[in-house]
């Protein structure tokens, strides 16, 4: 099972109750506060630590550099791109360099999750794919 390796993390306010996201992919939402990432169309702020269970609470989030776990929705390798997708849970991105396409990637999977629900490992390193 993956486990945290490093953690860069910052407090910041929950939008919502997020109790049931921890290990999920969390954005910065307009009014400052954060919210589960729903796709790859939002940029991912990183991965709520912790389960705050209310509005305006303390979220954990660990940012860019962490090596931290991730729920996800479907199977991820070493080695393969993270993107968000529903519930902040993450799923495999384009793969080989060479899938044509725009999307928010959150990282790199350090440790493979074999489904949806399992925990990955990720390497947050946000960034923008672009690939015509």
């Known amino acids: 099972m993956a486990g945290h390796k490093r953690i860069h993390s910052v407090a910041y306010t929950a939008g919502q109750d ?3 996201y921890q290990y999920r992919v969390v954005s910065i939402a307009a009014d400052a506060e954060v919210d589960p990432t729903e796709s790859g169309n939002t940029p991912p702020l990183g991965v709520l ?5 209310a509005q305006g609470t303390e979220a954990e989030v660990a940012i860019e550099g962490s090596d931290v776990k991730l729920v ?8 393969e791109l993270v993107l ?3 519930g902040g849970m993450g799923t495999p991105g384009p ?6 396409g725009t999307t928010w990637v959150v990282g790199i999977c350090t440790q493979a999750a074999s489904g949806s629900g399992a925990i990955a490992g990720v390497l947050l390193r946000p960034f923008f794919y ?3």
């Open 49 to 53: 630590l912790n389960k705050p269970n």
């Open 72 to 79: 996800a929705a479907a199977a991820i390798n070493e080695g």
């Open 130 to 132: 672009v690939r015509a």
């Open 84 to 86: 968000a997708s529903a």
């Open 95 to 100: 793969s080989g360099g060479t899938a044509v």
């Open 18 to 20: 997020l109790s049931a």
